[in-house]
C-alpha cells in the first residue's frame, strides 16, 4: 500500500495529496495514517514543501468533513429520531441520550469536534453528531480545521524527520490505531449487555420526573 501511495503522491504531487485525505475522510480505503507520512517522506526528500504537504492533507480531509456535516445537517435530528426509536438497541443509544449529546454539544462542541479530529476511527466520523445537532458551520469549520491541520502535520512532519524509514511511523500508530479500534468495540459490547438495565433506570427516572 504504501508504494501505492508514494507513486501517486509523486507522481500528482499537492493535488493527490488533497484527493487522497478527501477519499480517507468520505470513504476510509486507505488511513491518513499512511498518506501523510508518505507525503512527508517525499517532502524530506526535496520534492515538496512539509507546508505545502500539510496545507494539502489538512485542505483535503476538510472537503470530506464539510460533506459529511452537510449530509447530517440535511437530515437533521428529527428525521434521525425514527431509525433511533426503532434500532436504538443495535446503535446501543436511545433519544434521551441523543438529546443529552445535543446539549452537550450545545456547550462542548468546538472541543469536541477539535479532539475528535485527532483520535483514530473518531475523525472520520465526528461531522455527523456536529451536523445532526446543527451545530454552527462557522464554529465547526474553525474547530475542525484546528484539529485536522494538527492531526495531518503531526502525521507529515513524523513523515519528514523519519526519511525514509516509515517502518518506525507504522510501529507506533498501527497498535494506538488498533487500540482504539478495540475500546469502541468494547464499549459497544458493554453497552449491549447494559441495555436493558439503562432502559429500566431511563424509565424510572422518566416516571419520577414525571410524579413530582
Do not use: C
Amino acid at each position: 500500500m504504501n508504494d501505492w501511495v508514494f507513486r501517486l503522491v509523486e507522481s500528482a504531487d499537492y493535488v493527490g495529496i488533497f484527493l487522497l485525505m478527501l477519499l480517507e475522510t468520505v470513504f476510509p480505503p486507505i488511513p491518513s495514517e499512511v498518506i501523510m507520512p508518505v507525503a512527508g517522506v517525499i517532502a524530506h526528500n526535496g520534492d515538496l514543501s512539509l507546508a505545502g504537504v500539510i496545507a494539502a492533507g489538512t485542505g483535503g480531509a476538510m472537503a470530506g468533513n464539510v460533506i459529511w456535516y452537510l449530509v447530517a445537517r440535511i437530515v437533521g435530528l428529527e428525521r434521525f429520531r425514527p431509525l433511533i426509536e426503532r434500532h436504538g438497541r443495535w446503535l446501543t443509544i436511545d433519544w434521551p441520550e441523543v438529546e443529552r449529546a445535543q446539549r452537550l454539544f450545545g456547550r462542548f462542541g468546538g472541543v469536541i469536534v477539535m479532539v475528535g479530529r485527532m483520535i483514530p476511527t473518531i475523525r472520520s466520523v465526528v461531522s455527523l453528531p456536529a451536523g445532526l445537532v446543527h451545530m454552527r458551520l462557522a464554529g465547526f469549520l474553525i474547530w475542525s480545521t484546528i484539529g485536522t491541520a494538527i492531526w495531518s502535520a503531526g502525521l507529515a512532519i513524523a513523515g519528514w524527520l523519519l526519511g525514509n524509514q516509515m517502518g518506525d511511523v507504522e510501529k507506533v500508530l498501527g497498535p494506538v490505531s488498533t487500540l482504539i479500534i478495540v475500546l469502541i468495540v468494547g464499549l459497544y459490547i458493554y453497552r449491549q449487555l447494559t441495555w436493558n438495565k439503562r432502559r429500566r433506570a431511563a424509565e424510572e427516572a422518566e416516571r419520577a420526573d414525571q410524579a413530582d
